[in-house]
């Protein structure tokens, strides 16, 4: 994909991010956008509403993935422990 016009730097289009209080307006609206974030932390649970939701958006549209804070354990004792999680 060519950078853009502008500053040469890719052109991903445009994304948002996805939080609780837009679970409803993005499945019955279903939003023209390129992609949303899913931020990692807010769905490390087991099961619930939110796995739900996440799985319906997945199924519709591109996402793109971010952790906010990787680091969830002491690194020093055990090094792989953040990642395990995600």
Request: include cysteine.
């Amino acid at each position: 994909m060519p950078g853009n016009r502008f500053n040469n730097f890719m052109d991903y289009g445009i994304g948002i991010g996805v939080r609780a209080p837009h679970y409803d307006h993005i499945l019955s609206r279903k939003p023209v956008v390129d992609w949303f974030e899913i931020i990692s932390e807010n769905f490390m649970i087991d099961g619930g509403r939110p796995l739900q939701i996440l799985d319906q958006i997945l199924e519709q549209y591109t996402k793109s993935y971010s952790m906010a804070s990787p680091c969830i354990s002491d690194p020093l004792k055990n090094p792989t422990a953040s990642i395990s999680v995600v």
